[in-house]
């Protein structure tokens, strides 16, 4: 059956990188999910279509979370003047040991869901833990909230708790997960999920690369976060040329599409590898900050023509928002321009915002423009940020990216479907 809806407002979203197309007045046709087109007045064959008027709010597309931790948002906030590999142990992986209790796990969740619900997010990578039941429980609550989602139960099986290690029952939780998930929910997909080189033996990432091979399956993972971090992968992989050639020698980069977290010290080698395996760049700009693991050179990553999203990384990065991930991507690498003297051009608003909308919903096929044939995801955005002087819709986006939160947020749609409404 054909479902039809017209939404009514000022359009405006960024075809290309660096560049922002604004519609004032407009309407946004969606279709079967996709975006049908725009025009300035209705088609006569769109006369019965729904129509819903939002006057002079903001329509933008939909944004993209690379990279989310879902078990780490019970504390975020917490413990961000340490470093990386300390904060793991002190917060991250505790913390994710409880997840072994179906009734916690429901209750984090649950909270954890419904804040990602009223969130900018339309589509996420997202993280669990090594638990079956709890991640299964995970799944329910972000299907039932109307995302879209690649969720993944995390593997690991050394350099672990022993609370959190799998051992040889890694492969076997890995497979199980997937077995249950196929075809489940319509907007919820199965994703392979070693946590890092570190917690996964080069018998385990052989594996999970199979199960990524065999059941078609994208990967997702942590690459270079931390120089402490690189230089322990050096010491555990000596037989790999770098810490992405670990992930390629065990098959985890070849022939599915693969996601890689920070990538905050990437050498040219590494660089030359994900472009040709057209591996993802979930940047994390707050996260990389707050646990002391640097700036990623993202302009050089965009001039090399690697393929980069945004991601909020929480709970490394303390809040959930995609608009203060744009911002942060903004100032992070303005901070990287002044302090390491690389000459590199800073991310402008538009450059960041593309980043968390079309260029992460790739992952995602055709997903992050309100283009023709682009899946029906947007955000409507009531920006009511009195100002004394007019305003372009340009440098409204921009404000609403530095000055807006949750409750600017008056509509939300994923494929066509209303998911969230605010009164």
């Known amino acids: 059956m054909e479902q039809r809806l017209a939404l009514k407002g000022n359009i405006v979203y960024t075809p290309q990188l660096g560049e922002v197309t604004t519609l004032p007045d407009s309407y946004l046709l969606l279709e079967n999910g996709l975006v049908a087109g725009t025009c300035a007045d209705l088609p006569d064959k769109w006369a019965d279509a729904p129509l819903r008027d939002y006057g002079d709010s903001l329509l933008l597309p939909g944004l993209t979370d690379l990279h989310i931790h879902a078990p780490q948002y019970g504390f975020r906030g917490l413990g961000l003047d340490m470093e990386l590999l300390k904060w793991l142990d002190a917060y991250a992986f505790p913390e994710e040991a409880r997840y072994a209790d179906d009734g916690y796990a429901a209750y984090a969740y649950r909270i954890f869901a419904d804040s990602l619900r009223q969130s900018f ?22 299907a039932a909230s109307g995302l879209v989602a690649n969720i993944g139960k995390v593997s690991m099986d050394r350099n672990c708790p022993a609370d959190l290690n799998e051992g040889a029952q890694a492969l076997t939780a890995a497979a199980v997960w997937i077995l249950e998930m196929q075809g489940r929910y319509e907007n919820i997909r199965p994703i392979i999920t070693p946590r890092f080189v570190p917690s996964c033996s080069g018998a385990l990432l052989t594996a999970l690369g199979r199960l990524a091979a065999e059941y078609n399956l994208p990967v997702q993972s942590h690459l270079s976060e931390s120089t402490q971090e690189v230089a322990w992968v050096r010491r555990l992989e000596p037989k790999s040329l770098h810490y992405a050639g670990a992930y390629n020698r065990y098959g985890l980069l070849d022939g599915h599409p693969t996601v890689m977290a920070h990538c905050v010290h990437l050498n040219d080698a590494e660089k030359y590898l994900l472009k040709g395996h057209g591996v993802f760049i979930a940047h994390c700009p707050q996260s990389n900050f707050n646990l002391l693991s640097g700036a990623a050179p993202i302009r050089s990553y965009l001039q090399a023509n690697l393929k980069v999203g945004l991601a909020t990384d929480m709970a490394g990065g303390a809040h959930i928002s995609m608009l203060r991930a744009i911002q942060d991507a903004v100032t992070v690498s303005k901070l990287r321009a002044v302090l390491a003297g690389t000459g590199e051009e800073p991310l402008s608003l538009p450059e960041a915002f593309y980043l968390a909308s079309k260029g992460g919903g790739e992952f995602f096929g055709k997903v992050g423009s309100l283009e023709e044939g682009y899946a029906a995801d947007v955000l409507v955005i009531d920006d009511t940020l009195l100002s004394p002087r007019g305003l372009t819709l340009g440098q409204r986006l921009e404000r609403v990216i530095c000055l807006a939160d949750e409750r600017h947020l008056q509509a939300k749609y994923v494929n066509g479907r209303e998911v969230l409404i605010n009164d």
């Open 121 to 142: 997010t339309c589509r996420a990578n997202i993280f669990a833990t090594v638990h079956n039941s709890a991640t299964a429980i995970l799944a329910e609550l972000i």
